[in-house]
């Protein structure tokens, strides 16, 4: 049986393979010879004129980023355009470290526990990691920590409306993936 088999698969390999012949072959080589000995007349196109290139000085890479809202949206319209006086941040109280970076600068690395008050641990451009809790204060716009997840740190931040009042925006920073 195993002899009938090995020779049924070797005819359907020879038939296989002998479909693969080309019929034809000794007519495409005459052809190919003739292409050879006179490719016959090739046409380019001329190559385009190579365009001149102008460098252009970029003089506001110290300017505030372009990708950054001009004005920040209030989460609630007040009462006049320009926002509130009376959410003004308070000047006289003394900054914090993290205070001195923007949001987007800091990371949130992990959260804790302890005593049952949760507390978040962020680590700054600097390589050093802080250790905050609900009312400490960071980044540049007074943002004040209102709550401490497992996986995020919320604010509040006091920002300038731009015509001379300030807004509260909530904000939050998350634990990477």
Same mark, same amino acid.
């Given at each position: 049986?195993?002899?009938?088999?090995?020779?049924?698969?070797?005819?359907?390999?020879?038939? &296989?393979?002998?479909?693969?012949?080309?019929?034809?072959?000794?007519?495409?080589?005459?052809?190919?010879?003739?292409?050879?000995?006179?490719? %016959?007349?090739?046409?380019?196109?001329?190559?385009?004129?190579?365009?001149?290139?102008?460098?252009?000085?970029?003089?506001?890479?110290?300017?505030?980023?372009?990708?950054?809202?001009?004005?920040?949206?209030?989460?609630?319209?007040?009462?006049?355009?320009?926002?509130?006086?009376?959410?003004?941040?308070?000047?006289?109280?003394?900054?914090?470290?993290?205070? &001195?970076?923007?949001?987007?600068?800091?990371?949130?690395?992990?959260?804790?526990?302890?005593?049952?008050?949760?507390?978040?641990?962020?680590?700054?451009?600097?390589?050093?990691?802080?250790?905050?809790?609900?009312?400490?204060?960071?980044?540049?716009?007074?943002?004040?920590?209102? %709550?401490?997840?497992?996986?995020?740190?919320?604010?509040?931040?006091?920002?300038?409306?731009?015509?001379?009042?300030?807004?509260?925006?909530?904000?939050?920073?998350?634990?990477?993936?």
């Amino acid at each position: 049986m195993n002899h009938w088999l090995t020779r049924g698969a070797l005819l359907a390999l020879l038939l &296989a393979l002998g479909a693969c012949r080309e019929a034809n072959l000794a007519g495409l080589e005459r052809e190919l010879e003739s292409m050879r000995v006179n490719p %016959g007349d090739v046409v380019l196109e001329p190559v385009p004129p190579v365009p001149s290139y102008v460098s252009v000085d970029y003089y506001f890479a110290d300017e505030r980023s372009p990708f950054q809202a001009r004005l920040p949206e209030p989460e609630s319209q007040p009462d006049d355009e320009g926002g509130s006086s009376d959410l003004a941040p308070d000047e006289s109280r003394p900054r914090e470290p993290l205070e &001195a970076y923007d949001l987007g600068q800091l990371e949130l690395v992990g959260t804790l526990t302890v005593g049952g008050q949760p507390s978040a641990l962020i680590k700054a451009p600097d390589g050093k990691v802080h250790r905050l809790r609900t009312g400490n204060h960071m980044g540049s716009d007074y943002g004040r920590i209102i %709550g401490i997840t497992n996986a995020s740190v919320q604010l509040v931040e006091i920002v300038p409306t731009g015509r001379g009042g300030w807004i509260e925006r909530s904000t939050q920073i998350a634990l990477d993936d």
